[in-house]
């Protein structure tokens, strides 16, 4: 088994994985927080 280093493993799938997770994240946060607005306004 070789050795490890630290620093040297490739991690930009990783990167683009939660960079996309954090971009829906905030999409699904501002949707929530815009119905519960809609909702507040027209009393539904």
Do not use: D
């Amino acid at each position: 088994m070789a050795e490890h280093k630290h620093g040297t493993m490739h991690i930009r799938e990783q990167e683009k994985t939660f960079a996309g997770f954090v971009k829906v994240s905030i999409w699904i946060a501002g949707i929530s927080i815009g119905a519960v607005i809609f909702m507040a306004i027209f009393n539904s």
